[in-house]
């Protein structure tokens, strides 16, 4: 079984309900079995910072998936849940990121792993910290960079408390 972290986002309509639909939509989907769900927190945007507050979640689960099929997944969802892809930093229905997928480096044209940009973002490792064993070197480097971040100046503010996966995704409707 492979082990994913996914980082996922959203800054428009019902957020929490968003992060809830995505969540629920990923513990239907075959071969995948979701085992953490951190905090949601309410983070200021980053990139183009003219929009509304984001809510952030960090998932972790197993899956038998391979790194490609799990990007399909994550675009399906996204679709599901009718993300328009409209400009590269703007608002957003929801975001769903593979962070890491095992402790491989992975670069395709599709692809990047570890995510690119996770190491300098608070609003990706502080949600990721909470769920994350520090079982890999890459999640060990994760920990340590998001101890030299001022996490109140990065803007990122736990909203809500983490649940048990069932209790997360049993509100969604
Ligand atoms: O990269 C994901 C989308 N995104 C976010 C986000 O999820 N949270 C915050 N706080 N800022 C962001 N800017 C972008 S783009």
Redesign the pocket.
Known sequence: MNVVYL?I?T?MGEREQNLKLAVKLLTETDGITVEAVSSIYE??????IDQA??L?IAVRLKTKLSSAEMLNVCQGVEQELGRVREY??GP?II?L?ILLYNHENIETESLIVPHERMFERA?VLVPLDEISDQATEQLRSAHKALATMDIQKEGVVQWKKAVTVEEFVRSES
């Open positions: 980082s986002g800054n983070t200021a945007p980053v990139g183009f507050s984001f952030n590269r930093w957003r975001d990121d609003f």
